[in-house]
């Protein structure tokens, strides 16, 4: 996902080349046991250091707007999956879609263990005018926190997809597709429907069925990206 948050209609598609069946199934436990989201932060290579608490935020900030207690911390490239935390995995990579369309995250259609989203942090800069290539820490301010409002936006998108799959896209957050605009505004809306759902998911209520169509990516038409 990155200015344009797409699913990829095209067909299956497995970003991170996790091709097996995933243990979590829509008749499993729900992803989330309890009323409290707990994220997990992880940045194997830094490449979100010097946004990383203004996107955390962010992310908490959308989250608790649809009912979400959100907790965060930051976690270890080589730790096991804790059941009932959902990791947040920042990649210092870009990647495409099968229509070719850059994608700024993208979350598996089954898990094994734990849930888990990606963001592909050089599309996610790539879309909001930045050099894809690069460290947070070496911008100006108002890049550097352009950049961890976009990430945190990314982010939450993506939690929607793990926590309630069968929430279809719609508008504002939850777009088809995020551009440079909805990244960068001073805010961002969502429909009543998408808090509605990860307020179910986070009860334990049964949850809807997962699409067929492989990885839930989020990414960019062309004309949303700033070059």
Not at 181 to 199: D, K
């Amino acid at each position: 996902m990155v200015a344009a948050a797409a699913a990829d209609e095209a067909g299956p598609l497995d970003l991170e080349g996790v091709v097996g069946p995933r243990v979590l199934s829509p008749s499993s436990a729900p992803l989330v046991a309890s009323p409290a989201l707990r994220l997990v932060w992880l940045d194997p290579t830094g490449v979100g250091v010097g946004v990383e608490a203004v996107a955390r935020d962010e992310a908490r900030s959308l989250l608790r707007k649809m009912g979400a207690t959100v907790s965060w911390r930051r976690g270890d490239a080589g730790e096991l999956a804790r059941p009932g935390e959902v990791r947040v995995i920042l990649l210092d990579r870009t990647a495409d879609n099968l229509s070719g369309k850059p994608v700024l995250g993208a979350t598996p259609p089954r898990f094994d263990v734990a849930p888990f989203v990606w963001v592909h942090v050089p599309n996610v800069r790539a879309v909001i005018g930045l050099d894809p290539r690069g460290f947070a820490f070496t911008m100006p301010p108002p890049a550097s926190r352009a950049l961890a409002i976009a990430l945190g936006r990314v982010v939450a998108h993506e939690l929607v997809h793990a926590l309630a799959p069968s929430v279809p896209h719609g508008t504002g957050l939850m777009s088809v597709s995020l551009t440079y605009r909805q990244l960068t505004a001073s805010s961002i809306p969502f429909e009543t429907e998408v808090g509605l759902a990860v307020q179910a998911a986070l009860r334990g209520d049964p949850l809807g069925p997962r699409p067929d169509t492989g990885v839930l990516a989020a990414a960019t038409a062309p004309e949303g990206l700033v070059r």
